[in-house]
Structures are given as structure tokens and as C-alpha cells.
């Protein structure tokens, strides 16, 4: 570690064009305070990744070089990397500009050296960027910029008395009424041009303003799903992601319209904005003849200039933190569902639900290789259930099914059911296991070219049963074939920045596959690609070549491969497997370049490498004595895990969630029901469950335990089996309100009587059921500030109805 803060800045900035050293250290220091490591940790990670290494094979094999920053640690540096880099590139351009211009002075530059966000830099470049010819631009020119000066500096003289000498008809000034209006637009554009005051007067609304949405005239009807947003109003600061995406959607689809207030109740003469700007510019009031004149001009200024420029500001503000905070969200949902527990290499019955057009049937084997496929017609209209079980009982013998994986889409509950009649006919020692399957993205993937290029003569239809089928056996393996925005584990996803978007979902989907590494030898090229190091031709070319020459013996033989030269080779071997190979270390996550370190540690024990593997033979050995100059002791440590567990799969072990019988639409749904399901989207505001009725329930964030919850994601994850109990059904907007608390609502009233017996309720405005800790907050409820009702209750159904008016539907396909 002694050697972090010596790194070189000049390889950490080689992609942004040979940052000078200082502009590094800037860097480096500000993504070290917002990741919590060092600076000279972040220049050695940048190094590695100007030098061309992945987020995976830094987290993994260099945490000497990086301290041990973690895969998420990386990514946000990688990031803000990107981000900084821009700004940099954006601060040259603007000096440049403004040098080109003449008018670059010292202080100038200091300041824009100093903006340490792209909105200053912006506000700094603002008086300086090329525009086209303005009012105030034209009255420069006639002269008037005197007569702004002469009333700014002594408000003693009458404007309309100094403004007669500058009456200039030719140059459209004929009055005294067009002369002062010129100088009224030099002083606002002069004003809203001051950095300083614009980046102030943003803070303020920032803290003060408030978004109000009303509802177009003529919207009612076509917009009423967003109808919880009609006379809205919530603190710009408190709006949470999930509803200011809401409010932009609203307002994109031309149904919302939306504005940003503040001040609204002050009733002073003067609103507080508009005293900034006077007093920015030096003005007060004192009943001289000039300081109406000035007044108005500081009170036009914010309507016309400075207000609608903070207004974008702002509102893009919330957009770009709302993106951030959904993407993050679908990240992490994307992470907990591709490391879902897999079945394991097991025959599988895939089975894609279907009425009309029957249900669509393959069986692939422990491999994933599709061996049959059938399409049977149980339900409406041809209603053959004895054909169906016939054909369904024929294939599992047939194959030696063990699992059955039913798509949780239209008829997911009847084909459930049929399969439930198959496995009484089935003897027990032979019985198959049946499970329900998230389906999201397998249309996707059966209409894709590579669909068809794994199953070129099967349709389109019976692809997505294979792919259901595989999905069960792992689902890492199968949903990095589809896009991850088709996976459906976001929230608004198609309202985000889809370039940012793409990037966070690649690193989730490369960081997923490297944890859990890959057989060489039975890996997809789409699996591959996301291998640390390997591009989508470098996988093809990997498999090309074991097709052609046959499995790979060792990870040495990768270099035979066509364009896989050293660097690819450092980058993927460690997260390829071999099993059975000439080496029983390629069988591990130990990386080839670490292999005299193992063949050392191995000679320590004095046994047989195939002996240690997979033993506790290590116990006596201190890892200090394996430590030199190469390898430090996180590396030694790594070794000793993975000799001892070798290959081991971070996945938590296969279960599986049970329906209740009976229940398989909504309207089978009664408060008080418990039932199991799985989760299937975790949100900033709670968690969706499937439980069976082709119409997930959401379970709040008020109501995901017997504590308040900050953040969901700390209590569920994707693809978790949950208990829940139902709370409220409104069949009429497809909502179904979950709770998995499991407190009474009779226990939760009692306690707030008793607490208010005492004197008061503790939690006011910071219910465990609702409330933000902080007063006047709402998490359960209407948007603070709303005409929408709060929630004041913990587990009444009006609590769960404001919770669920908040949230979003997600229908079933």
C-alpha cells in the first residue's frame, strides 16, 4: 500500500488527453471522498483502466494495486471518471473560448478553474457564449448602456427625465417609453449574467421551491392514470425518483403540465428572489425617483431571465437524479436476478402458458441442449386435458424430466394446475419438480437472431419455452442472452438516459458473470462476451476454436485462439473454468499468473494438489509467510479460499416459491389472505410480488417490516420467496395492496393509543407505516404538499390505497 500515492497521474489521464498533474489530483481526490478510499487508490485504479483492464479483473486481481476497492466501488469511480472527464474537456473548450474572445482576465480564471460542477462552469461561460443578437445588445449600440449606468449609480435622477437625451428614432428609440425599456434590458441581461447570483438564487429555489402539476385542459380522461398528479405539489428537494419520472412522463405525453414555484404564500412587497437580485446589484429602495424603476427591473429580471433559466436548471436537475436513482434501481435488480439460484443441469420441461393458441412445450437437457417439443390444447376452445397430460406424461419419461418450468404469463395458473394433475400420475421416486418462472424478455429473446441461429428450424413460439426450460436450470446462462431492458426489473426505464442506462446494465451483467465465472467448455459465445477481457468476436472465436479442435485441456491453449493475444488472456483466464483438465487449478479462480504462488503454498502442505483441493488441509498454514513482493496478502488469501472451496458458485442454494391453491386471478383475492410468492421488482417505494394471479401486488415500503425502511433493497431482493398478506384489492385499477408485517392492525392501533396516552406520538411525521423521518414527510402516502391524503395509519387500508396511488402498475404480459 506504501506505493498508492506515488502513481504516475500522467497513465491516469492518458483517455482525457494528458491531463496536466494537478487537474488529476483533483480529480482523484474528489472520487476518493465520494467512493471513501484514498486518492492514491483511485490513480492507481484509474492507471489500471486506462492501461485497459475491467471493473471485474481490478476488483478481483489487483487489490494490492487498489487498497481492495470492491466491483461497486470501481464502478461508481469508473463513472464519475467519465463525468469529471467531460467537465474537464468542457472547461478547456470554455477557456479557450473566452481567450480566443480577449477577455479571459486572472480572476476569470480562477473561478472557472474552481467550478466544480458543469451548471457553474455553464453560468461562468454564460455572458461570454455566442448568442444571437439580443434587445439589450441592440440598445448598446444606440448608446443607452449611459443611461442604464446613470440609474443604476445615482437613483436621485427621474428616468424618464434622463432618458429624453437619449431619444434616437433612427435607431428605434423614439420615445422616452422605448429608450428606458433598452435600458431595462441591459440591466436584466447584466444581471442574469452574474454567476455568482444565478448559482444563488438556484440554491434557494432548490431549498424553497416547490413542482406543481395540473392537469391539461381536456387531459381528464386520456390521462388518468395520472390522475394521483392532478393539482400536485411537493418541495422540489423531497421528490422522490419514481414520482418526478412519473411527473416528466406526464408531462412528455401532454397531460401534465408542470411548473416550478416559489415564494407563492410570501405576501411581502418584494419577493426574497427579487431582493437577491437587488441587492446583488446594490439596490434599495428609499422612495428616490429612480428606485421603482430599479425595482421593476430586479422583478422582470427573475420573471423573464434569471427564474426560467434556474426553472430548466432545475427541473433538469431532477431528471438527471431521478435517471440515476432508477438506473441504480434497475441495476440492482438486474444483479439479484441474473444471481438467482439455478437448478442445476437437470432434464427440463419448459412450459410457455397459452389458451387460444395452446401451450407451447420443449424439454431440453442437463446440458440446455433442446431434445424435444410438443404444443398441446388443454384450455379453450379445444379443452383436450387428457391428450395434453398424455403427451406431457410421454415426454418426461422419455427424457428423465426433473423439473418443470412453467412461464408465469397469460394461463401461467391453469398450466400450473395441469402440470399439478401430471405429477399425481407420476410415482414419487420419479416425480418431477415443478416451478414458476419469471417469462419477462423470452419473446424477446425466441424473435431474436441468435434464437434462431441456436434453433433454426424450431418456431419462433417453442423457442420461448427452451428458453423458459433453461432459464430454470441457470438463469445467468440464459438472460444474458436478452437485452437487460427487456428483462422488465426497472422502473421507467424507457424514461431514462439509455446510454447511461446501457453502460450500468453491461457493468451488472459483466460483474455478475465474472463472479460466478464460466465453463470454458460448455459456455455460449453470449455468455463469453461478457467475460472479463473477451469481446463478442473473441467469443466467437473462442468457441470456433473448440468446435474445431475440440474441449480445451488447459487455459494455456486460449492463446492459440484466433486474436487472443497476452492482454485478453490476463484479463479472462481467472474467470474461466476447466474441469477435468491437465491442471486441477484451471478448475478455479486462481489466475494463471498466481500459479507458482499455489504450486508454493500447495508444497507447504506436502500433499497432493488434488488432496488440498476441496479440503481444510490449509488450517496450519499462516498466509503471511506466502506474502513477497508480487502478491500481498489479499491475493495469498484469495488462494486459500479458493483451494480449499475451489470454483464455488456465490449463488444462494435453489428454492422455490408455492402458490396457494384456489387463488389464480384477483378476484380470488380477500383481505387477510397469507400467501407466498416471489419478488419480482424491488423499487425505491417498495417491492412487487408475483403470488400467483397474473397481476403482481406491490408491498410498500411502509409495509415491508415491523421498522421503518429506509431502503427496500435492504430488506428484499429479487427473485427472494416472501410471505405476505393481502391488504386490499381494487380490482378495478389491476392494484393489489401486500403487507409482510406481521403485527396486527388491532397491535399497531393499540400502540398509538397508548402512545398517545403518553403524551404524544414519537413518530409523528416518522412512521414505521409511512411517515419520512423527517416532519411533514410522507413515504406512505400523497406527495407532500398534495391535495392527495397522507398516510396516517400503518396497516389501514387507506394507508395502502395512498401507497399504492404513489406507486406504478405492472401488468403482466
Not at 394461463?411 to 415443478?434: F, V
Amino acid at each position: 500500500m506504501s506505493d498508492l500515492t506515488s502513481v504516475a497521474s500522467s497513465s491516469a489521464s492518458a483517455k482525457a488527453g494528458a491531463v496536466p498533474a494537478d487537474i488529476a489530483l483533483r480529480i482523484s481526490q474528489r472520487i476518493a471522498g465520494e467512493i471513501g478510499c484514498a486518492p492514491g487508490q483511485v490513480n492507481s485504479a484509474v492507471q489500471l483502466l486506462d492501461d485497459g483492464s475491467t471493473v471485474p479483473f481490478i476488483a478481483r486481481y489487483r487489490k494490492e494495486a487498489t487498497g481492495g476497492l470492491d466491483d461497486t466501488q470501481l464502478r461508481t469511480l469508473e463513472e464519475r471518471l467519465i463525468y469529471m472527464r467531460e467537465m474537464e474537456d468542457r472547461r478547456k473548450a470554455i477557456v479557450k473560448s473566452i481567450e480566443e474572445q480577449g477577455k479571459l482576465t486572472d480572476e476569470l480564471a480562477k473561478q472557472i478553474a474552481g467550478a466544480d460542477n458543469k451548471a457553474t462552469l455553464e453560468d461562468l461561460y454564460l455572458p461570454y457564449k455566442k448568442k444571437r443578437r439580443t434587445k439589450a445588445q441592440i440598445a448598446r449600440e444606440a448608446g443607452i448602456e449611459l443611461l442604464a449606468d446613470l440609474l443604476l449609480g445615482d437613483p436621485n435622477k427621474t428616468p424618464e427625465s434622463a432618458a429624453a437625451s437619449f431619444i434616437d428614432a433612427e435607431k428605434g428609440f423614439a420615445d422616452t417609453k422605448a429608450v428606458l425599456d433598452g435600458a431595462r434590458q441591459i440591466l436584466m441581461e447584466r444581471f442574469s449574467e452574474n454567476a455568482q447570483l444565478v448559482g444563488k438564487l438556484r440554491n434557494y429555489v432548490a431549498r424553497q421551491g416547490a413542482v406543481k402539476a395540473e392537469v391539461v385542459a381536456g387531459k381528464e380522461q386520456e390521462g388518468a392514470k395520472f390522475s394521483d398528479y392532478f393539482g400536485y405539489s411537493e418541495n422540489w428537494k423531497n421528490i422522490p425518483s419514481h414520482r418526478a419520472l412519473a411527473l416528466l412522463r406526464g408531462r412528455n405525453e401532454g397531460v401534465l403540465a408542470l411548473d416550478l414555484k416559489v415564494d407563492e404564500d410570501d405576501v411581502s412587497a418584494v419577493k426574497p428572489v427579487e431582493q437577491m437580485i437587488a441587492d446583488a446589484a446594490g439596490i434599495e429602495n428609499k422612495g428616490r425617483p429612480a428606485d421603482k424603476w430599479l425595482s421593476d427591473v430586479c422583478r422582470w429580471t427573475w420573471k423573464v431571465k434569471i427564474g426560467l433559466h434556474v426553472e430548466l436548471d432545475l427541473m433538469s436537475e431532477l431528471r438527471d437524479k431521478a435517471e440515476e436513482e432508477a438506473i441504480k434501481v434497475f441495476a440492482r435488480n438486474l444483479k439479484d436476478l441474473l444471481l438467482a439460484a439455478p437448478a442445476g443441469p437437470r432434464a427440463t420441461l419448459g412450459l410457455d402458458p397459452g389458451i387460444r393458441t395452446g401451450v407451447k412445450v420443449a424439454v431440453v437437457d442437463a446440458t440446455g441442449k433442446l431434445v424435444d417439443t410438443a404444443t398441446i390444447y388443454p384450455f379453450q376452445p379445444r379443452n383436450d386435458i387428457q391428450g395434453s397430460l398424455a403427451t406431457l406424461r410421454a415426454l418426461v419419461a422419455k427424457h428423465g424430466v426433473s423439473l418443470i418450468a412453467i412461464g408465469n404469463g397469460t394461463a401461467s395458473r391453469e398450466t400450473d394446475r395441469l402440470a399439478a394433475d401430471l405429477l399425481k400420475d407420476i410415482p414419487a421416486e420419479h416425480r418431477p419438480t415443478k416451478v414458476m418462472v419469471n417469462e419477462a424478455g423470452a419473446s424477446v429473446y425466441s424473435a431474436s437472431a441468435l434464437a434462431a441461429k441456436e434453433m433454426p428450424d424450431i418456431d419462433v413460439s417453442l423457442r420461448g419455452a427452451a428458453s423458459i426450460a433453461r432459464r430454470l436450470q441457470d438463469p445467468l446462462a440464459e438472460l444474458v442472452k436478452i437485452e437487460p431492458k427487456s428483462i422488465g426489473v426497472g422502473q421507467y426505464q424507457h424514461d431514462v438516459n439509455q446510454t447511461k442506462l446501457v453502460r450500468s446494465l453491461e457493468g451488472v451483467v459483466e460483474d455478475a458473470v465474472n463472479a460466478v465465472g464460466v465453463d470454458l467448455n460448455t459456455a455460449s459465445a453470449p455468455l463469453l462476451a461478457h467475460i472479463s477481457g473477451l469481446t463478442e468476436s473473441l467469443a466467437k472465436a473462442v468457441v470456433e476454436y473448440r468446435d474445431t479442435v475440440g474441449v480445451f485441456k488447459n487455459r494455456k491453449q486460449l492463446l492459440k485462439v484466433s486474436r487472443l493475444g497476452p492482454k485478453a488472456f490476463e484479463q479472462c483466464a481467472g474467470f474461466l473454468r476447466i474441469a477435468d483438465g491437465d491442471n486441477p487449478l484451471d478448475a478455479s479462480s486462481v489466475h494463471p499468473e498466481a500459479y507458482p504462488l499455489a504450486k508454493k503454498i500447495i508444497k507447504a502442505c506436502g500433499r497432493d494438489i488434488r488432496e488440498i483441493m476441496g479440503s481444510n488441509m490449509l488450517g496450519s498454514l499462516d498466509p503471511k509467510e506466502f506474502t513477497d513482493e508480487k502478491f500481498g496478502l489479499p491475493t495469498v488469501k484469495d488462494i486459500f479460499s479458493e483451494l480449499e472451496k475451489p470454483g464455488r458458485d456465490p449463488r444462494p442454494e435453489f428454492k422455490t416459491a408455492s402458490f396457494q391453491d384456489g387463488v389464480e386471478t384477483m378476484q380470488d383475492l380477500k383481505p387477510g389472505m397469507m400467501l407466498e410468492g416471489t419478488v419480482t421488482n424491488v423499487t425505491n417505494f417498495g417491492a412487487f410480488v408475483d403470488i400467483g394471479v397474473h397481476q403482481d401486488g406491490l408491498v410498500h415500503v411502509s409495509q415491508l417490516a415491523d421498522r421503518f425502511v429506509d431502503d427496500p433493497h435492504t430488506v428484499v431482493k429479487a427473485g427472494d420467496i416472501v410471505k405476505v398478506r393481502v391488504v386490499e384489492v381494487d380490482i378495478a385499477r389491476k392494484r393489489i395492496g401486500l403487507t409482510m408485517r406481521k403485527d396486527s392492525a388491532d397491535a399497531r392501533e393499540s400502540a398509538r393509543e397508548r402512545q398517545a396516552d403518553r403524551g404524544g406520538n414519537r413518530n409523528q411525521g416518522g412512521r414505521p407505516g409511512g411517515g419520512n423521518r423527517s416532519n411533514g414527510g410522507n413515504r406512505g402516502g400523497g406527495p407532500r404538499g398534495s391535495k392527495k391524503p397522507a398516510d396516517t395509519s400503518s396497516g389501514s387500508n387507506n394507508a395502502m390505497a395512498a401507497a399504492l396511488a404513489a406507486a406504478f402498475n405492472k401488468p403482466k404480459r
